[in-house]
Every structure is written in C-alpha cells, then in structure tokens.
C-alpha cells in the first residue's frame, strides 16, 4: 500500500526566513508525485509534478525537489501570502490512483 | 483556465437524507474523482470514473454512489446520511482527451462543507 508521511505538521515562520517542507513516501513505482498548497476554505491547487530522482521544479519562492524516498518543498524568503497548507501525493499508476500526505500548515509572520 | 465547478459550498442535511452533491468540468477531462477531507486523516478517494456511465470505487465507497452521465459531470449520492459523512467532499478532474494520466495532475474544485445533523 502506498504511504505518504509529511514533515513537520506544522510550521511558523517569520517573513523571510527560508525553511523546507519533507514528504516521504514509500510506493511500488513512482510515476509521479505532486505538491499542492491549500488556502482555508478551498480546493487544493496544483504547484508540481515530480517525475524521478534529481529532478527539481521552480516557481516563485518555491523549489521541489525528489530523491527516490523523499521530495522536498523548499521556500525562499516566505511572504504572509505563502501562508497556506502544502499537500503532497504520489501517483503510482492504474487509473491515476493518487495518495495524499495529511499536508505541513505553514505560517508566515510579518 | 482549469475550472472545476462544486454546486454549494455548504449544505446543511439531516440523518437519514439522500443528498446530491454535482460536479461540473469544462476542461474535456476524461477522469472525474470525489474526495472527502477530515482532520488528521488528510483526503481519501471515494468513487472515481474514467469515462461516461464508468465509475470505480476508491478507498472509502460505503454509504456513497455516483453517477456521470455526461462527460462534465459527476455526481455524489449519499443514499442515507449519517453524522459521520459531516465533512468537506472535493470533486477534482484530470487528463485532457487524448492526454495521458502519467504527467496530468488533478484540478480541484473548491469543496462543498456538508454537515449531517
């Protein structure tokens, strides 16, 4: 059974404090894993799609990273707008069955 | 832009209910899922479809059903509501026609809060 374990449950940062967010996950065939951020009240909204080990993706102060056990969120010089819960899930194949980590609350403090 | 369309945002039932939560796409997405997010148990799949009239059970399909008769939407039945479906349920939606599920993430909407009294 695929497992998703997200590190640390929550975070509180002061604004422009660099910090990362740890998923691991252990699945029978990564196809691919996604980070997503989630504001209070809404839908999870799409940031990454991660392929195989060593690969990384940017957006904004956003960095995500993979290794073959783990993916990294990393986050540059955080503004209050960052605040927000970062999911993150693994798709090991069939009809895209994806399972999610429970997802790491950050805070960001002015 | 991805759209992802939940009909309420909040319901209000009481036990023993059926309730109808829809779901509308317009992204010509092949697969359409239902999600259901707790607490400390983060989201788990309830009923998924990969095509018209098509539908699989996920990880947690008891006291649930769906129907997608047309291609953009996807609906969840609660045959008999209980206190313990009281939760936030997302619809999310991926893999354009022609696409491919490997590298095609899901697009959420943004939730419907039902609470069972």
């Known amino acids: 059974e695929d497992q998703v374990t997200q590190s640390p449950e929550a975070l509180r940062l002061q604004e422009g404090e660099s910090s990362s967010l740890n998923c691991s996950y252990t699945?029978?065939?990564?196809?691919?894993l996604f980070w997503y951020r989630q504001d209070p009240g809404k839908g999870p909204e799409f940031l990454f799609t991660?392929?195989?080990a060593g690969e990384e993706k940017e957006k904004e102060r956003l960095k995500a990273t993979l290794t073959k056990k783990e993916s990294f969120l990393h986050i540059t010089a955080p503004k209050p707008e960052d605040s927000a819960t970062y999911l993150c899930?693994?798709?090991?194949?069939?009809?895209?069955?994806?399972?999610f980590g429970i997802g790491t609350k950050l805070q960001v403090i002015p | 832009d991805v759209k992802v369309t939940q009909s309420s945002r909040y319901l209000v039932k009481r036990t023993g209910e059926k309730v109808f939560l829809e779901c509308v796409q317009d992204m010509d997405h092949e697969n359409m899922f239902w999600y259901r997010q707790d607490p400390g148990l983060g989201l788990r799949l309830i009923y998924f479809s990969y095509d018209v009239k098509m539908k699989e059970k996920g990880d947690i399909p008891e006291g649930y059903s769906v129907s997608r008769e047309k291609k953009e939407r996807f609906s969840l039945i609660l045959e008999s509501a209980s206190t313990n479906q009281t939760s936030m349920y997302l619809c999310a939606s991926s893999v354009p026609t022609g696409g491919s599920s490997y590298n095609s993430p899901l697009h959420f909407g943004n939730g419907t809060r039902l609470t069972v009294t």
């Open positions: 899930a693994v798709y090991s194949g069939g009809y895209q069955k994806v399972t």
């Open positions: 699945v029978s065939g990564l196809r691919g």
């Open positions: 991660l392929y195989s």
